[in-house]
C-alpha cells in the first residue's frame, strides 16, 4: 500500500515597496504530498522543478531525507480575499473570495492546529493591511514559481480542494445557543474542555479525541457541536488572561468561565 503524506507550508517573500520606503511581507500557501510510489498527477508542460525540492516526476531524495514523490498539490497566495475558519472535524479551510474555492488542511495535534491557525490569521490581516487583490499582478510576483508547478491533473484522493460542500447540523451563526438550556449546557462543556486542555499533551492530541472524552463524561453524542467545539478550542490556546474572549458578537467567554452576553 502507497504511503501518502501531506504538509501544508507557509512561505514569505519580501520586497521594497518604494512608495513608502518599506519592505513588505507577502505570503503564500502551499499544500505538499509526498507519496512512496511513482506519480499518478499527469505531466505537465512545464518541468515541475521548484527551487531544490524534488517534484514530481522527478523520483530521488528531498532535502529533508524523504524517500520519494514530491508534489505541489496546491499554491495560495494569501490575500484580503481568502478566508480562515474550522471545519468542525479538527480542520482548517480556507475560503477563496475570488472564485469560492475552499481547501482543507488537518493539523496532526492540537498544538499544529494553534500555531497553523494563528500564522494564517496574521497573514490574512498582513493582506488586508496591505491591501493584496486576488490575481492581482502587482504583488505575489515570486508565487508564480508555484503555482505553475501544480499539476494539471490529480487523483482526488490528492487534491486540497474541499468539495463536499457540506454544512454541518447547527448552522453557521450558531443561533442555538440563544436557547438557554443549550447555553448553559454548553458553559459546562467549555469548563470541561478547559479543564482537559490544560492536562494534556498538545504533541500527541487532536479535537477529535477531545470531543469524544466530552462524549464520554457527559454520556451524550456532540457531533451537532462539534465545529463549535474545534473552535472554541481555538481561541482557549489564545486567551487572554486579562480579559474575556469574544466567541460571536452576542456572546464571549470569561476567564471563570462562564457565558456572558
Known sequence: ETEKQRYMVIMAGARHDPENDEEVLEHAILGINIS??????APTNNDNSVG????????????????????????LPVTKGLNIEMDGDGGIRLITSQNGVEYIFKPVNLQALWVSHSYLN???????????????KNHHTWAGCYTTKVPDFLDPEDQWEDNSQIEDQIGKHYDFLRDTKVRRFMEKILGRMREIIMTIDLDNASCFQIRKQLEKEFNCNLNQYKRFIDEQIVKVFGQSTEAPSQIFDYLSWETSGTLAT
Open 36 to 41: 512512496d510510489d511513482m506519480p499518478s498527477a
Open 52 to 75: 531544490p525540492l524534488p517534484v514530481c516526476p522527478n523520483h530521488k531524495e528531498s532535502p529533508t531525507g524523504c524517500q520519494g514523490n514530491i508534489v505541489v498539490a496546491m499554491a
Open 122 to 136: 496574521c497573514d490574512i490581516e498582513n493582506a488586508r493591511r496591505y491591501n493584496f487583490f486576488p490575481g492581482c
